[in-house]
């Protein structure tokens, strides 16, 4: 199930911009999803990335802001499932199972899976992750 405090502080994080980014974890007594981590307005992706456990999975909604290519400001909503590669099968099969509800509650966002923090950071940013990334050439094999 998901806590009806995840709507609310979507909601704050949405339409009033009120935090950074909010992270969710499925509550292992009541196996609902509930929010976890609530960053401040002035917080980063750094702080976000922080926020995420290294074995174990999470859901993150962030607002991540940056200028157009002319130069006008805007914002993108990503919501990030966070599979890091040490978290248990079981953990990474209940945020599975229960993504296309929560999915539901978070309208608006663009999703991304994520399972380092770089590949994090390069979806969110755009940035290519590293240089294993580039297209081969059939030449090179």
């Not at 974890?25 to 509930?34: G, N, Q, R």
């Not at 307005?41 to 750094?46: C, M």
Request: proline share 6%.
């Amino acid at each position: 199930s998901i806590d009806p405090q995840c709507a609310e502080v979507f909601q704050l994080l949405k339409i009033r911009r009120k935090h950074r980014f909010i992270v969710y974890k499925i509550d292992a007594t009541t196996e609902a999803v509930v929010p976890e981590t609530i960053g401040p307005r002035g917080a980063g992706l750094p702080e976000m990335l922080a926020a995420l456990p290294d074995a174990d999975s999470r859901y993150a909604i962030f607002d991540h802001a940056y200028k157009t290519y002319d130069g006008r400001p805007a914002n993108k909503l990503f919501f990030l499932s966070w599979f890091p590669p040490n978290a248990t099968p079981y953990s990474k099969m209940a945020y599975t199972h229960a993504k296309e509800h929560v999915r539901e509650v978070f309208t608006g966002v663009f999703d991304i899976m994520a399972r380092t923090t770089d590949e994090a950071r390069s979806l969110v940013t755009g940035e290519a992750e590293s240089e294993s990334d580039q297209e081969f050439d059939d030449d090179d094999f």
